[in-house]
């Protein structure tokens, strides 16, 4: 944990000691809840990320492609 984050940490913690304890209990729970959602949309984000170049060529043919296109100079360099 970062100074920074544990700052914020302590912060917030100050904050809760003056709440009864049935909104440090739906706190928690409302924690709980973001950091599910959290998670959830990490895992989307990457499993979209597959697939994301859609071709009906297959992958040999895509590699011929990027190959034949590359251009060359020769050039003399003179040490």
């Keep these: 944990m ?16 003056g709440l009864n304890s049935e909104s440090k209990l739906e706190l928690i729970e409302r ?3 973001s950091l599910k959602i959290e998670k959830k949309k990490r895992e989307t984000r ?8 859609a071709s009906k060529k297959s992958a ?3 590699v011929a492609d ?5 251009k060359f ?5 003179k040490l």
């Design 60 to 62: 040999e043919d895509i």
């Design 46 to 53: 990457f499993f979209k990320s597959f697939g994301a170049f």
């Design 66 to 70: 990027i190959k034949s296109s590359r």
């Design 2 to 17: 970062s100074f920074t984050d544990k700052h914020i940490v302590d912060a917030y913690s100050a904050l809760f000691e």
């Design 73 to 77: 100079r020769r050039k003399e360099i």
């Design 31 to 33: 924690l709980s809840k």
